[in-house]
């Protein structure tokens, strides 16, 4: 368990004034999100508005990640940035993202992994997609 420190405190006070996330400043110490929020608490630190987190930089690169197939998770990873973020933005701009299709590429890679014993999960960690998109997609597949 880390120990919230003054130095830490003072680290996540810097990452904070640069505008990055709590799991970025997180990821960037190698502490736990925990120790983030606490620090936010103790030191009355407000988080991130939704418009700070999605500079004009961060929405291009999620949409031109996104138009070439990276998937939303992939794309929160990269960024730094949870989920319903980037899900959030991607409605925001009228985006659909619930018909993304996979490529047949994809789907028989799921099946070669499934056939090899892989459950959803490290299924979708590999192909960058979500467990829930796994599942479907199995189960269409063995009807």
């Not at 904070?16 to 799991?23: F, P, Y």
């Not at 190698?30 to 987190?53: C, F, H, M, S, W």
């Amino acid at each position: 368990m880390t120990i919230l420190t003054p130095e830490l405190e003072k680290q996540i006070v810097e990452l904070r004034a640069q505008n990055l996330s709590q799991r970025a400043i997180a990821d960037q110490l190698g502490v736990d999100r925990q120790v983030i929020r606490t620090a936010y608490k103790k030191l009355d630190i407000e988080g991130l508005p939704y418009n700070d987190k999605i500079t004009p930089e961060i929405a291009a690169f999620i949409l031109k990640s996104w138009a070439s197939g990276t998937s939303i998770p992939q794309i929160a990873e990269k960024l730094g940035l949870n989920r319903s973020s980037i899900q959030d933005f991607m409605h925001r701009q009228g985006i659909d993202i619930s018909n993304k299709v996979l490529t047949p590429e994809k789907e028989q890679q799921i099946l070669q992994l499934r056939a090899e014993g892989k459950g959803y999960k490290s299924i979708a960690k590999a192909l960058g997609c979500s467990s829930g998109a796994i599942r479907n997609f199995l189960g269409k597949a063995e009807k």
